[in-house]
Structure formats: C-alpha cells, structure tokens
C-alpha cells in the first residue's frame, strides 16, 4: 500500500480570488497562480513518498458560471507546472447530492482505489472546512491551511498551516504507521 497527500485546489496549490471573505476559482488559466512555495512543498512530499493528488470541487460548470474547458485547460497547466499523480473532480453542487463532491469522501475513495493507497497514513490538505471533513470522512490526517478566510473554521483537524511549505514540514515529520 501507498501513502498519499490529498491536496485541495484554490488556496492550497493556486490562489484563489477572495471576495466579501470567501474564496473563488481562478476564471481561467490567465488569471491562475500556483502560491509561493508551492513547488518546493510538491517537491519535499514527492521526495518522502507520497502520491500527490488533487481532489476539487468545481462546482461553477453545473452553476453555467465556467465551462468544463477552462477548468480542464487550468488542469492541464498544474499538471505541466507541477509534479502531481493525478486530479480529481467533482463538477457537481450541493444540490446534486453527488458522493464525490466534498465534504464527502468520494474522490478520495475512489483514488484510494484505483492507486493501492492507504488512507490511514495519508493526508488531506484543504483550506476550507469541506476539504477537512473528507479527509476525515476517508480516515485521513487533516491539515488546515489557514488563509484567513471569512467563515467558519473546520470543527477539528490534526494540524494548521499557514501554507502547504509549512503543512509540507510537518507532514514529513510525522511517523509512518
């Protein structure tokens, strides 16, 4: 069995545009950013072991706010840029009540599957409390990436961060199981 890193998207890998408090997806691959630090963050956790996966929710396709294009084009430009095994994602709303879309488990679930991971010695990393919660709901660890933003926090998690650098330091620290 593997381990891996979850890793969410806006705000974790990228920068997410904040508006009244609250994070929003880049439009486009123009208006995306990978954050400082990032790189080298990828790097350590590559070099320590773990599948890097990203697992998303994108929710503006199903809200005809973005088209399913533009995400797959930001998409491609992350995995060009950057060292990732693989990008989940949920197009999906609340409303749909789809098992992927998180809070739910769902991707994780899945990438577990399909890659031979071992969610008990993996991690998620989200800046939002749904990304804490389906790392939680997998049995992963939890990190919070803590960007200030103006809702509530996650109720628990194993570990806060002020960047996925920072989240990458302790999670290499932490003890294989």
């Given amino acids: 069995m593997r381990r891996a890193v979850f890793l969410d998207r806006d705000g974790v890998i990228n920068r997410a545009e904040v508006r009244e408090g609250r994070p929003y997806s880049p439009a486009d691959v123009a208006a995306l950013t990978v954050l ?3 790189p080298e963050a990828l790097r350590r956790l590559r070099e320590a072991g ?3 996966i990203v697992v998303t929710n ?9 088209t399913r ?3 797959e084009a930001i998409h491609a430009t992350l995995r ?7 990008i989940r994602v949920c ?12 809070p739910a488990p769902g991707m994780i679930l899945d990438a577990a599957r399909a890659g031979r991971i071992d969610l008990a010695t993996s991690f998620m990393v989200g800046d939002r409390w749904r990304d804490i919660e389906a790392g939680r709901h997998a049995g992963c660890k939890t990190v919070w990436i803590d960007c200030g933003y103006a809702e509530p926090p996650p109720d628990a998690f194993d570990f806060r961060a002020g960047s996925l650098l920072e989240a990458s330091a302790w999670i290499c620290a932490q003890p294989c199981l």
């Fill in 80 to 86: 060009a840029a950057l060292p990732l095994d693989d």
């Fill in 58 to 66: 994108q929710p503006n396709v199903s809200r005809g706010v973005q």
């Fill in 50 to 52: 773990f599948l890097l």
């Fill in 91 to 102: 197009f999906h709303d609340d409303a749909d009540r789809c098992p992927c879309r998180k």
């Fill in 36 to 38: 400082q630090g990032v």
């Fill in 69 to 71: 294009a533009s995400i």
